[in-house]
Every structure is written in C-alpha cells, then in structure tokens.
C-alpha cells in the first residue's frame, strides 16, 4: 500500500544552521506530496506541496522537489531560526486519502 | 472565516464511556477527515467523507463511528470507550482542486 517513511528525530539545529528532513514515499501512480508543520498545541498546517515530478514547493525559506527517479521529497532550508522549532511532517495524496510520516521534530537553539 | 473549527478542546472519559467529537469547516469544502495522532506513529486516518452523503474507513476504524451531518460538520462517535483510544484527534477538511487538508486544532482525549 501507499506510505511515507521519513527521518526519525529528534533533530537539534542551532540558529542558521542547515536543515535537511529526508522523506521517501511508495505509491502507486503519480501522488501530491507535501510537507506539513505542526507547533505545540496546534493543528498541521500547510507548509509546502508538489503535484508532480520535478515540481519545487518552496514557502517560508523552506523547499523540497519531488523527485520521482529516487521517490523523495526531502524538505531543505539554508538557515534555520528558533520559531522553525515545530514537528515537520511528510505526507502524500492518492485518490481521496492521504498517508503521513511519523513526524520529525526539530528543535533550533539559538 | 474560522476554518476548521472542533469540540471539545480537552475531555476526559471513563472507560466504557460514550463521547461525540465535533468539527464544522466554513470553507464549502466536499471531503472531511478525522485523524488520531499517537506518539511515534503519526497521523492515522480513522474514518474519511469525500462528500456529503457518504463515509469511507481509513486506517483504524474500530471502535469509532462517524456522521455526516451536512456539507459543513462531520462528527466522530466513541461508543465505548478504552484506554487504547487516548489520543489527539484532528478533524481536517479538503477542498477541489488544491488537494491540501486544513487541520482543526485538535482535541486532546484520555480514557482513564
């Protein structure tokens, strides 16, 4: 079936260091992908998405192309701040439903 | 415009409890989710609704059950409740054709 599998965490980061999540999906056909990010005590919010091979989605600094040859969407960003703490999660659409990652929590110290 | 709106924030059961939890969406959107996050395990889908009229099972549907009411609210029903269905459920809802969910805040659940 459909799943995402992405970078166990816990990640510490300090402030403007690089951020990498990796993130590999299976799917049969051709899914949306996309990047959601949770803050404490909050809902998934939106961060990024993809709707086919080669797009970039990028928003906030973050990006993260789809990359069908490697089945990835890894999530980058070039300096990370201390409000990017949050659990960044990977998700994929197939048909109605959609799949998550287990999240990947990411705290930056300054 | 509130989104995805859902009730109760926090609520405590007993075991064998019963419990609805609410979620309305202002955003005319067709398909509704309910979701269970769990430490280390993500978010799984327990019961979805492409459109008004109709529900589909996800992941982990036992012990839930679900309605939807109208295009706007789409309820999840704990008959019995156990320990095992301590948990965050998240109500989400998805529009045409920009294919992203929006997530309500969440409503934490214990069953003690």
């Known amino acids: 079936g459909d799943s995402v599998t992405q970078m166990e965490g816990p990640v510490t980061l300090s402030e403007e260091a690089f951020l990498t999540i990796n993130c590999t999906y299976t799917?049969?056909?051709?899914?949306?992908l996309f990047w959601y990010v949770q803050y404490p005590g909050e809902g998934l919010q939106l961060l990024l998405k993809a709707t086919k091979a080669d797009d970039k989605g990028s928003n906030k600094g973050f990006e993260a192309t789809y990359r069908k040859e490697t089945t990835s969407f890894h999530l980058e960003k070039g300096s990370v701040q201390v409000s990017d703490s949050a659990v960044y999660f990977c998700a994929l659409r197939s048909g109605n439903q959609f799949y998550f990652g287990t999240g990947t929590s990411l705290t930056v110290i300054p | 415009n509130a989104g995805v709106t859902q009730t109760p924030k926090f609520q405590v059961l007993k075991t064998g409890q019963s419990m609805t939890l609410q979620c309305a969406q202002d955003m005319n959107h067709n398909s509704m989710y309910w979701y269970r996050q769990d430490p280390g395990m993500g978010l799984r889908l327990i019961y979805y609704s492409a459109s008004e009229g109709t529900t589909d099972k996800g992941e982990v549907p036992n012990g839930y059950n679900v309605s939807r009411l109208n295009k706007r609210e789409f309820s999840l029903r704990l008959e019995s409740a156990a320990p095992s269905q301590t948990s965050v459920y998240f109500c989400?809802?998805?529009?045409?054709?920009?294919?992203?969910?929006?997530f309500g805040p969440g409503t934490r659940l214990t069953v003690t």
């Open positions: 989400a809802s998805r529009g045409g054709i920009t294919y992203e969910q929006y």
């Open positions: 799917a049969t056909g051709y899914p949306s």
